[in-house]
């Protein structure tokens, strides 16, 4: 069984750029998460899609969207860069139990 | 106060030995609670859940859950060079995607 695949996996942007990162969740899972990886903060959640619905969001501002299709493939968009978006942003998928299922990642460098 | 709290590392144990890594966590309301086990430059990926009081064992690993003191646990035994790694306590509230992280507690195994 496939797993949770991103791409692209690394990528350079600059300021005032934005930025889609996509994600195919393991074939059956429909909620996907997204959660932002930096040293300093750590893992922190973004939002989470089930159904092409948001069922939940995390504190970062408006710049930071998603969504989901009806194949349960899940693109989040960062508009605006700023240096600090500089992260790995993570996908995972997961079944109706919570357990997440971590692709491996984009990594985004914002120079 | 952070919403989930890991033991401060790093960590060092003998080969053999057993680890013992321990998490806190603030919102009387979670459910659900997970281990998962992230090498350096890679994805995080599941190893334990528990849901209930008491322990939960699982080949080397054993996860406690005591709820009444909002405090979970990760015991490994026999450990081995291959477990160097930071170990993520992951807690969250309902079975969706949304779990709320610690900062993680990195383990090194020595030969």
């Known amino acids: 069984k496939a797993g949770v695949t991103q791409t692209p996996r690394y990528l350079i942007k600059t300021r005032g750029q934005q930025v889609t990162l996509s994600c195919s969740p393991i074939?059956?899972?429909?909620?996907v998460s997204w959660y932002q990886q930096t040293p300093g903060q750590g893992l922190q959640f973004l939002f989470e899609?089930?159904?092409?619905?948001?069922?939940n969001k995390g504190n970062f501002p408006g710049r930071f969207s998603g969504r989901q299709f009806s194949n349960s493939r899940s693109e989040m968009n960062v508009s605006t860069l700023e240096l600090g978006d500089s992260a790995l942003y993570l996908c995972?998928?997961?079944?109706?139990?919570?357990?997440?299922?971590f692709g491996e990642g984009s990594r985004l460098t914002v120079l | 106060q952070k919403e989930v709290e890991q033991n401060s590392g790093p960590l060092s144990v003998p080969e053999g030995a057993i680890a013992s890594l321990n998490c806190t966590y603030s919102?009387?309301?979670?459910?659900?609670f997970f281990w998962y086990r992230q090498y350096s430059g890679k994805s995080p990926e599941l190893i334990m859940f528990?849901?209930?009081?008491g322990d939960k064992e699982d080949g080397r690993f054993t996860a406690q859950l005591n709820k009444a003191s909002q405090y979970v646990s990760l015991l490994i035994r026999d450990s081995q060079p291959s477990d160097s790694a930071t170990y993520l306590c992951?807690?969250?509230?309902?079975?969706?995607?949304?779990?709320?992280f610690g900062d993680g507690t990195t383990l090194t195994v020595k030969p």
């Open positions: 995972a998928s997961s079944l109706y139990t919570g357990e997440l299922f």
């Open positions: 074939s059956g899972h429909r909620s």
């Open positions: 899609y089930f159904s092409e619905t948001q069922r």
């Open positions: 919102d009387r309301g979670s459910q659900s």
């Open positions: 528990i849901y209930s009081n």
């Open positions: 992951a807690v969250s509230w309902t079975n969706a995607g949304k779990s709320t």
